[in-house]
């Protein structure tokens, strides 16, 4: 699901994050590439317009949204510019029935807000022993922008995953983390991406010794998939905790990244 109950704050998003991935990329960019005149997207994303609920559908299709996405969007679409009262109380009812999520899990709509990379990586640089509170510093630590920093801080301030004190010192909350598995999140597919682009990077820059790579290849049976899984996340969480306990001498932020996917291409079931 997405985070923001603005559909116009969706749509800067994702043109934001176009726009980090390739600083050339444009509002006319995004208007071409959603169906859009870019006069119209302007004036849509200033207030000025609104959209109907065909036009929503298009441009979610056109992004790239789930189906559960594209739900969302629509509906805050259509409960501001619904033809007609009970169209729009409709659309509001709907979007009410979504906020009963289940707790202490972040949940599709705020996965979508942090669906970045760097917004994880904030969480644990804060735990690092010289960690400064300064965008700039942590711009700089992470290779990334002032303002996307900014941004960044204050989604997770909002979310209740970063806290700050009276100084102005930022520390993590203790709010568990953790994605719904098997949900074909375009979010989550956007983060996993980032993770192995940076992967590749680090694949090039970094030394042996600050990085291990390795890969298996094997014949598999293929119905013991979701047992493979489950292996794999309790791998992660011993990993976590044997080699990552609660210490005052953290100095580094990494990232753990497991591939576990198919290579041939799967076989069509034949009926007789």
Known sequence: ?????????????????????????????????????????SDVLNGKHGLSRISAQAIAKKIGFSKEEKDFFCDLVESQHGRGKLKRQLA???????HSLAENQIQLDTFKVISDWYHFAILELALIKFFKSDPKWIAKQLGLNVQVVKSAIDRLLRLNFLKKDKKGRLSPTSTFTSTPDGIPSQSIK?????????????????????????????????????????????????????????SAKKDSVYSLSVQFFRLNKKEESHHV
Do not use: W
């Open 92 to 98: 509001k009812l709907r979007l009410e029935q979504r």
């Open 190 to 246: 956007y983060f996993h991406k980032q993770i192995l682009e940076k992967a590749l990077t680090a694949l090039v820059t970094q030394s042996v010794e600050e990085r291990d790579f390795s890969a298996m290849t094997m014949a598999f049976d293929s119905s013991k998939t979701n047992e493979a899984k489950e292996y794999i996340r309790k791998f992660r969480r011993n990993f976590s905790k044997s080699v990552n306990p609660s």
């Open 1 to 41: 699901m997405l985070e923001s109950s603005n559909y116009r704050e969706i749509l800067k998003d994702e043109l934001n994050r176009r726009h980090q991935a390739n600083p050339l990329y444009s509002l006319r960019a995004f208007a071409r590439d959603i169906g859009l005149e870019a006069p119209r997207l």
